[in-house]
């Protein structure tokens, strides 16, 4: 079983800058793809950034590109997510996700991952 832990989360401004992270105990955790979701009050879980096993390829929802930028440290066992020019709107509780693949057909669906974390929340003031 893989147990994923995120940390990083608080309260910022907007404009201000966060970066979360994602520890996993898998021992396969450098051959798994790996991926950040987000919740909003009262709202779905969706999709913010994508990372494949080597890091070699990213994807990012349009409302977080250019502002987000997800990377992974294989030797460490972490997932991160650098949060930049924060907004009222990325106010949330971030999610971090692993799936048993490396490589994803369809890395935006949650269906392709198979553990979960608690999450981490994230406050944006305005």
């Known amino acids: 079983q893989v147990q994923l832990v995120e940390s990083g989360g608080g309260l910022v401004q907007a404009g201000g800058s966060l970066r979360l992270s994602c520890v996993s105990s898998g021992r396969t955790f450098g051959r798994s793809a790996m991926a950040w979701f987000r919740q909003a009050p009262g709202k779905g879980r969706v999709f913010v950034a994508a990372?494949?096993?080597?890091?070699?390829?990213?994807f990012y929802a349009e409302s977080v590109l250019g502002r987000f930028t997800i990377s992974r440290d294989n030797a460490k066992n972490t997932v991160y997510l650098q949060m930049n020019s924060l907004k009222p709107e990325d106010t949330a509780v971030y999610y971090c996700a692993a799936s048993n693949q490396g490589l994803l057909r369809t890395p935006k669906v949650e269906y392709e991952y198979n553990y979960w974390g608690q999450g981490t929340q994230v406050t944006v003031s305005s």
């Open positions: 990372i494949s096993w080597s890091g070699g390829s990213t």
